[in-house]
DNA sequence: TTATTTCATTGAACACTGTTTAATTATAAA
DNA sequence: TTTATAATTAAACAGTGTTCAATGAAATAA
C-alpha cells in the first residue's frame, strides 16, 4: 500500500524539478538551464537529478517535446471549409505561427536542433515526428481538395505542401530572430506571404 | 626593421589561431570548437588566445563574418536579365542557397544567431546587415523591374522582396536540419518552390 | 520492537568549459 | 651586456555535466 505512495513520491519530485527546470527556461532560455541551478531552486543536491533522469537531456527533451506538442495541438482544432480549402489552410498556419511565437525556445529547439544538449534529433521527435507528418496529411488533404475542385492548379500535392510549410517556418524563425518587428509589419508579412503563396498554387480564374 | 618583422609574425600567430578554429569548426561545428581544442592543435598554452584576441567571441565573429561574406558574395556575380528579371532573382537565390550549403556552420551562425558564444547579433552583423540590405535592395530593384515591364503582379515590392527571402531562407534551413535528403530531391525542392513563388507574383498572362 | 533490506539523497571528486593574473621566458633596443 | 619590451605560460577561479561510494531514512521481515 505503501508501494503507491511511494510511486507518487517519486512522480512528485520529477514534476518538481520539471517544474524548476521549465521556470528557469521560461527566464534564462534552455541555454540558461543548468543541472545546480535546477538543484538550488528545489534545495536538493545536483546528483539527485540523476536519480530521476538519465541526464540532462532528457530533462530538456521532455519539456521541448510538451512545447512542441502544444504547437501541434493549435493546429487540431481547425474547422474544415469545404469550398474554400485555402482559407483552412491559412487559418491553421495563422494558429501554427502564432502558438510557435508564443513557445519560440521549444520551436526553435525542435525545428532547428537548436540547444547544445539535445544532440539527438531522432529520439527528441519519435513523438513529434508522427505527429508533424499527421498535420502534413491533413495539409496534404486539404491541397488534393482545392485541386479536385478546381481551385489549386495540379501539382505534386507532397512537394506543395512541403513549399507551404518551409515558407511559414522561414518566416517564423525570421520573425523570432528579428525581435524588433512591429506588431502591424508582423501581421503584413504573414498576410502577404500567404498572399503569393496562395497566388501560387492557385487557379487562374479563383484568384 | 624588425618592427615589421615582428607585426607579420603577429598576424603569422593569429592566422594560426584562426586557422586551427576554422579546422575545427568544419569537423565538430561551432559548438565543438573551445579555447583547448584551438591551443592543443597549434601546441600553445591556452592563455596565449587571450593576448590575440579580445575572446573566444572575437574568434567565432571572425570566422563567421568570413563565411557569411563568402556566401554574400556568391550573388553579387550574377549578370542582369533585362527582360526576364525572374530568371536573375532566380539565378541569384540559387547560388545563394548553395552558398549557404557549403557553409551551413557559419550560415546558423549568422542567420540564426545560433552559437553560443556570439550573443551580439547586432556587432556581428554591423557589416553584416548593410551587406544583406544591399542585397535585399538588389533584389528590390529586379522585382521592380519586373513590375514596370508588366510580368509582375504590381505589389508592395520590399514586402515581397522579404517573402522571398523569408521563404527561401526557410527552405535553406529545412535542407540544413535534414541531412538525409538526396540530392534529387533538395533540387526538386527548390524548383517547386520557385515555381509557386513566381506563379504568386508573376502577373497571369506572362506564366 | 529489533534487525534487515531497499530506496532516496548527498559529498566529493573528475573532466571539461572560458577567463584572469602574476610570473617567466624570449626578443628587441640601449 | 644590460635594459626594456613583448610573447608566453602556469596556475588558479568559477562555472558546466556527470559519476560513485557513502550516508540517511523509510519499508519490510524477524
Redesign the interface.
Known amino acids: 500500500m505503501s508501494k503507491e505512495r511511494q510511486l507518487r513520491k517519486q512522480e512528485e519530485v520529477r514534476n518538481t524539478i520539471l517544474d524548476a527546470a521549465r521556470d528557469i527556461i521560461a527566464k534564462d532560455g534552455i541555454?540558461g538551464l543548468s543541472i545546480r541551478k535546477i538543484t538550488n531552486a528545489i534545495d536538493y543536491s545536483p546528483a539527485i537529478i540523476y536519480h530521476y533522469f538519465k541526464d540532462k537531456n532528457e530533462i530538456v527533451e521532455t519539456l521541448v517535446r510538451e512545447g512542441y506538442e502544444r504547437i501541434l495541438a493549435s493546429i487540431g482544432s481547425v474547422k474544415r471549409n469545404e469550398n474554400e480549402p485555402e482559407k483552412e489552410i491559412r487559418e491553421a498556419f495563422t494558429r501554427y505561427i502564432a502558438a510557435a511565437l508564443e513557445s519560440p525556445e521549444y520551436y526553435?529547439a525542435v525545428?532547428?536542433?537548436?540547444d547544445?544538449a539535445v544532440l539527438k534529433?531522432t529520439r527528441l521527435l519519435e513523438k513529434g515526428i508522427s505527429e508533424r507528418s499527421q498535420t502534413l496529411q491533413m495539409l496534404c488533404s486539404s491541397i488534393q481538395r482545392g485541386v479536385n475542385q478546381g481551385r489549386f492548379?495540379p501539382?505534386?500535392i507532397e512537394?506543395?505542401a512541403?513549399?507551404l510549410w518551409?515558407?511559414?517556418?522561414?518566416?517564423i524563425?525570421?520573425l523570432m530572430?528579428e525581435k524588433d518587428i512591429s506588431r502591424d509589419q508582423v501581421n503584413?508579412?504573414i498576410d502577404?506571404?500567404f498572399?503569393?503563396?496562395?497566388?501560387?498554387?492557385m487557379s487562374?480564374n479563383e484568384v
Chains 1, 2 share one sequence.
Request: charge should be positive; aromatic fraction near 6%; hydrophobic fraction near 35%.
Open positions: 541555454r526553435r525545428m532547428l536542433n537548436d547544445p534529433r492548379t501539382c505534386d512537394l506543395t512541403q513549399i518551409t515558407s511559414t517556418f522561414g518566416l524563425i525570421k530572430v503584413r508579412l502577404h506571404q498572399t503569393v503563396l496562395f497566388n501560387g498554387i487562374r
